[in-house]
């Protein structure tokens, strides 16, 4: 299995509901990313893990709160979300080569609208 | 300081070869070049990387020049399938993303 499975693919919710979107890989990667990408912008990073423990995070509002259940799961739970926070919600994986390298497999993206 | 600096659009040919040039002046000597590409709304999908020599796989070739201060992503014969943006990217202790090149194929 070479793939990151992200769920759901769309997601719409209020400004007051509470939603969870979820990240899965069974690679054996030690890290996990989420990153949020706005239409025609780069993916921006939003947090890290490493071996299951948050290693960054760039200085994400609290609305957003990460967990690393284990080292095949990745969630990210939403809470209190502004419209301007409709995005992709992209998650990775990935472990340090040999080499060094450390190469990212991404998944196909969970597509987020707030109302 | 721009982490990367990529072009903002190119076009190419199907069928002929298409050069997407990346700068990274600021490069430190053991940090490795990686490319990813991202078909619209699609996740990110990795091309290649390199650290100092020339390297070649099944979708691409990156030629990085001696100075490291700059490389080439080199898509040999390109396909509409090939329409994306390309990211050349730093880890920088994390993967950080500039604003890519949008390369358009025509028929």
């Known amino acids: 299995d070479t793939e990151v499975t992200q769920t759901p693919k769309h997601l719409v919710m209020g400004m007051t509901n509470k939603k969870s979107l979820k990240c899965e890989q069974h690679?054996?990667?030690?890290?996990m990313y989420w990153y949020k990408q706005k239409a025609k912008k780069p993916p921006e990073l939003m947090f890290v893990?490493?071996?299951?423990?948050?290693?960054i995070n760039e200085s994400v509002p609290s609305r957003f709160s990460p967990e690393c259940p284990n080292s095949s799961l990745l969630n990210l739970h939403l809470h209190a979300l502004q419209p301007e926070d409709s995005a992709l919600y992209l998650c990775?994986?990935?472990?340090?080569?040999?080499?060094?390298?450390?190469?990212?497999?991404f998944g196909a993206g969970s597509r987020l609208t707030v109302l | 300081d721009a982490k990367t600096t990529q072009p903002p659009s190119m076009d190419c040919a199907e069928g002929r070869a298409a050069n997407l040039p990346c700068n990274h002046s600021?490069?430190?000597?053991?940090?490795?070049v990686y490319w990813y590409r991202q078909i619209h709304s699609q996740g990110p999908q990795y091309i290649i990387h390199?650290?100092?020599n020339n390297e070649t796989n099944e979708m691409a070739s990156l030629i990085i020049t001696e100075d490291r201060k700059s490389s080439t992503l080199i898509l040999p014969h390109a396909t509409l399938r090939d329409t994306a943006v390309y990211y050349c990217?730093?880890?920088?202790?994390?993967?950080?993303f500039g604003r890519g090149t949008q390369l358009t194929v025509w028929p």
């Open positions: 390199g650290l100092k």
């Open positions: 990775a994986s990935s472990q340090i080569m040999r080499s060094g390298a450390n190469v990212l497999t």
């Open positions: 690679m054996g990667h030690r890290a």
């Open positions: 600021t490069i430190s000597g053991n940090e490795y």
């Open positions: 990217t730093r880890p920088l202790g994390r993967l950080y």
């Open positions: 893990y490493s071996y299951e423990k948050l290693s």
